[in-house]
């Protein structure tokens, strides 16, 4: 908290945050405490908080808002509207039908590998990448890969939740990561 007793709207979006997390334990394997957003997602206030805390922290400085498939495709195309840009889906794989970059990494829970379309975005554009969710960082450090062999440039990656314990910031050096809350 800060030292006036008015809370800033970071600390505000941080207890949204903190309020509104599910925790479950031992899903979707034993071990793993999941952090689930999904009554984030349902609370339009609660969205309306955390996507404007996410452009806040980057205002001015993207093209176009890549978001991660699934859920980040939520935040992205929230944030995208609001700020008047398109949007870059990252896709698990498969899914894209015309020639992509494909990049495979490893999660909390299991490996995966992520696409994006070669040609959507012209060359150049500065791309604000989001995601729910920064655990290994695994899932960002390839959408990261991705978005530079495009020939586009990361301006900044931004996460609603950061899973502190598992430090996924070392997988996204050189590049600025925003997490609107940590645990
Ligand atoms: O930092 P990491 O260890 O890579 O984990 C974070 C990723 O895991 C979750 O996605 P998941 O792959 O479970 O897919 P979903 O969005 O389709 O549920 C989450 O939405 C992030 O994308
Ligand atoms: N612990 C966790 N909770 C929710 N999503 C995740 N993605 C990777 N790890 C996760």
Sequence with gaps: MNEST?????????????????????????????????????????????????????EGQFDVVAGVE????????????????????????????????????QLEYGTA????????IPAGARVLVLDDILATGGTLGAAVKLVERAGLHVAGIGVVMELEGLAGRSNLTGHEVSALYTV
């Design 113 to 120: 590998t992520l696409e994006i379309h070669r040609d959507d």
């Design 6 to 58: 008015t809370p800033t709207a970071d600390e505000r979006v941080a207890t949204t945050i903190d309020k509104v997390c599910a925790v479950i334990p031992d899903y979707p394997e034993p071990g793993i405490i999941f952090r689930d957003l999904t009554p984030l997602f349902a609370d339009g206030a609660a969205l309306r908080e955390v996507v404007d805390a996410l452009l806040r922290r980057f």
């Design 70 to 105: 699934a859920r980040g495709f939520l935040l992205a195309s929230a944030a995208a509207y609001a700020a008047g840009v398109g949007v870059l889906p990252v896709r698990k794989e498969g899914k894209l039908p015309r020639e992509t970059y494909a990049e495979s990494y």
